[in-house]
């Protein structure tokens, strides 16, 4: 069988959000018990937790939810980039090296490792001419092991205006700490939630 890459962190009580986000909360609704055949839980969550999806809707009022955005863009061959250590964006001279038969799906490492059990807010972004670039190259997908594709002060959300004016998907909090840089199958397929501004995916990555 081919190799398979989980690139997504756990979720559980107490799973890192934005600040002022709905945290993860899971209780028990059912137990197993007299009367009662089953287990049966109850999930409240942001969509933004761990790994997700962002849907237009979530960066521009009456654009499209994550439930109406089509699937193929999270499913298809994709290259992951190390970009270790690069500050706090993104550059396109830091993917220069690897823009030769990019596929349509580019996935960035910016962490040696990834902080799962907490919140930080000097995480590495995109800069906005990055995603431009990609664009540019035939990119109609990106996604980063970070909280955002913009710095966690942004109020302009520049580089997620860039996403909306190019049409591209995102990916986001993807966990690529064991993923040596080169190219794979990305599978991260969204839930349809029809209302919903983002939706958490299972992403994996599998050997080509």
């Known amino acids: 069988m081919k190799r398979l890459w989980d690139i997504s962190p756990p979720l559980f009580n107490g799973s890192p959000v934005f600040p002022g986000d709905t945290p993860y909360r899971q209780r028990w609704a059912?137990?197993?018990?007299?009367?009662?055949?089953?287990?049966?839980?109850?999930i409240t969550l942001s969509p933004h937790a761990g790994a997700h999806a962002d849907a237009p809707l979530h960066y521009a009022d009456?654009?499209?939810?994550?439930?109406?955005v089509p699937l193929d863009a999270?499913?298809?061959?994709c290259r992951v980039v190390h970009?270790?250590?690069?500050?706090?964006?993104?550059?396109?001279?830091?993917?220069?090296r690897v823009e030769s038969g990019l596929p349509a799906r580019v996935l960035v490492r910016t962490n040696q490792r990834s902080v799962v059990d907490r919140w930080?807010?000097?995480?590495?972004?995109?800069?906005?001419?990055?995603?431009?670039?990609?664009a540019q190259r035939g990119v109609r997908l990106v996604g980063i092991d970070t909280a955002?594709?913009?710095?966690?002060?942004?109020?302009?959300?520049?580089?997620?205006?860039?996403?909306?004016?190019?049409?591209?998907?995102?990916?986001?909090?993807?966990?690529l700490d064991e993923v040596p840089e080169g190219d794979y199958e990305l599978i991260a397929l969204p839930l349809r939630l029809v209302q919903a501004d983002a939706s958490p995916v299972r992403a994996v990555l599998r050997e080509l």
């Open 30 to 42: 059912a137990s197993i018990g007299p009367g009662c055949p089953v287990n049966v839980s109850e």
């Open 120 to 134: 930080v807010d000097d995480f590495s972004a995109f800069a906005p001419q990055t995603l431009a670039w990609l």
């Open 62 to 68: 009456g654009a499209a939810t994550i439930g109406d």
């Open 74 to 77: 999270f499913l298809g061959p």
């Open 83 to 96: 970009c270790i250590g690069v500050g706090p964006l993104v550059q396109p001279e830091h993917l220069a």
């Open 148 to 175: 955002s594709v913009d710095p966690a002060a942004s109020k302009t959300l520049d580089a997620h205006q860039v996403l909306l004016k190019h049409d591209l998907r995102v990916l986001e909090n993807l966990v």
